[in-house]
């Protein structure tokens, strides 16, 4: 970590902090997800920091970026992306996402088909269509989030550590300090903006409109990953193009609960463009 460096650069209004591994090499960019902060990328910017510029932002919220009280949806931190491309002078970077951050780098793949040269998926939010949301029907899950936080952050960064040492052992233990540090920094101003953010809906037709490579890692549901081998057919059936790696034995967090095969079908991915 020592040799990578950090900035802040403004974005969409606000201030965006990252981390860059750096060198004149191909930009890719990864996007954390809900609770994480750029830093919980380490052990995958280490694999691929000799061939790449690997570039870990945190999302607005979290880590030391601004976390604004306003901004509430999702499709600011689509434009925090699109903008942090451009503020930094990325030339069609590789952008690669797990769960909220996949999210937004699928929804920066159909809206601005120039900006990427392909796209990673870890585990991204891909539901079936869900009926009509109603005003406050979020309003529960932003509290459960709210008091996730609260248990967080009355928690020292030590008992986080051994706290997910012990609810996630096949984890390595260079993931548990970043995991804990980023509980620690995220906004409560996360879990308020969840009041206001609709349900995902079926993101078949969006995804259709991605013309560039795109590849869907998948994991076991039984374990808490969210796609299941019906939806990814679904991806499959809307995008012919997409590649679907499934990785068993892993949930949610697939590259913290196997490191190996995930970065072994992201390389062999990476090598195919």
Not at 69 to 76: F, H, L, V
Not at 107 to 130: K, S
Not at 163 to 186: C, F, H, N, T, Y
Not at 228 to 234: D, F, Q, S, W
Request: net charge negative; glycine share 8%.
């Amino acid at each position: 970590m020592t040799e990578w460096t950090a900035g802040d650069i403004q974005a969409n209004g606000i201030k965006i902090h990252y981390y860059r591994t750096g060198g004149a090499k191909p930009a890719i960019v990864l996007c954390h997800g809900a609770t994480d902060n750029g830093l919980c990328w380490t052990p995958v910017a280490g694999a691929l920091a000799k061939d790449y510029d690997v570039i870990m932002p945190d999302s607005r919220w979290h880590g030391f970026s601004d976390g604004p009280a306003e901004g509430n949806d999702a499709d600011c931190q689509v434009e925090d992306l699109v903008e942090f491309v451009h503020a930094l002078g990325l030339e069609k970077p590789v952008l690669m996402g797990h769960s909220m951050g996949a999210n937004t780098v699928f929804q920066v793949g159909w809206r601005y088909p120039q900006l990427a040269r392909a796209i990673i998926l870890e585990d991204p939010p891909f539901r079936e269509p869900v009926e009509r949301q109603e005003p406050g029907q979020a309003e529960p899950f932003a509290q459960r989030m709210r008091q996730s936080l609260l248990g967080y952050k009355a928690m020292s960064r030590e008992a986080l550590i051994e706290m997910i040492r012990q609810q996630a052992p096949a984890w390595s233990e260079e993931e548990l300090g970043p995991w804990a540090d980023a509980k620690l920094e995220v906004s409560f101003n996360f879990a308020e903006m969840m009041k206001n953010r609709p349900m995902p809906a079926s993101p078949w037709e969006d995804l259709a409109k991605i013309t560039c490579p795109v590849l869907l890692i998948t994991a076991d549901p039984e374990k808490g990953a969210i796609i299941t081998p019906e939806i990814a057919r679904k991806a499959a059936q809307a995008l012919p193009s997409l590649k679907v790696v499934r990785i068993h034995g892993a949930g949610h967090s697939i590259r913290r609960e196997a490191f190996e095969p995930y970065m072994a079908a992201v390389k062999e991915f990476l090598s195919e463009l």
